[in-house]
């Protein structure tokens, strides 16, 4: 079955550097552009970034722009989330989620993780 | 950037009722539009997508309807496992930001 389990979140100072993970299994990852979504603590859904299938193309939202970087390692089945320079307003649960295409069509995040809790806090 | 904006923010319904929650668009998105319900502690489940198609193993009480900037989902027959909060989204251009959320509650 499908799986993806996130890791590598924690307690962290405003300014200093955390690197996620998220493990997939149960679907050909190379044939997945990859997202990350996070929600602070009773908020609701904010995107994050992509990834293109291949590692060609990646997006951010302004929020994180020039902080964060998406990365993958198909070899590996992993997707990456490195978040530099991090800020209190970046304590959030971070989702990683798959994104399907049909007949030429996103759908939406078909599959989610279970979150990494990042916590920004001196 | 695209912003949803979903209305109303909270409603309080009752086991059986039909229940539709707003979702509009800064800007015409076509039918790139996804729905999701996430319950408490749990991550978000993916109900329609391009703005009217069930995901595999939804309930048919759930539908989804609308094109361009304004979208409704509805749920027809409102039951106890339902109770949950409600975000649409975006598939559009990036950056594919989400409503704020619909918090459904037991009336």
């Known amino acids: 079955q499908v799986q993806l389990v996130e890791s590598g979140g924690g307690v962290v100072q405003p300014g200093r550097s955390l690197r996620l993970s998220c493990v997939v299994s149960?679907?050909?990852?190379?044939?997945?552009?990859m997202h990350w979504v996070r929600q602070a603590p009773g908020k609701g859904l904010e995107w994050v970034a992509v990834?293109?299938?291949?590692?060609?193309?990646?997006y951010y939202a302004d929020s994180v722009k020039g902080r964060f970087t998406i990365s993958r390692d198909n070899s590996e089945n992993t997707l990456y989330l490195q978040m530099n320079s991090l800020k209190a307003e970046d304590t959030a649960l971070y989702y990683c989620?798959?994104?399907?295409?049909?007949?030429?069509?996103?759908?939406?995040?078909?599959?989610w993780g279970q979150g990494t809790l990042v916590t920004v806090s001196s | 950037d695209i912003q949803l904006t979903q209305s109303p923010s909270f409603l309080s319904a009752s086991v059986g009722d039909r229940v539709t929650i707003t979702c509009r668009a800064s800007q015409g998105i076509s039918s790139y539009l996804a729905w999701y319900q996430q319950k408490p502690g749990r991550a978000p489940k993916l109900l329609i997508y391009t703005a009217s198609t069930l995901q595999s193993g939804v309930p048919s009480r759930f539908s989804g309807s609308g094109s361009g900037t304004e979208f409704t989902l509805t749920i027809s027959g409102l039951q106890p496992e339902d109770f949950a909060t409600y975000y649409c989204q975006h598939l559009s251009n990036y950056p594919w930001t989400f409503g704020q959320g619909t918090k459904v509650e037991i009336k």
């Open positions: 990834i293109s299938y291949d590692g060609s193309n990646k």
């Open positions: 989620a798959r994104v399907d295409l049909k007949y030429g069509y996103y759908t939406g995040f078909d599959y």
């Open positions: 149960g679907f050909t990852f190379t044939s997945y552009a």
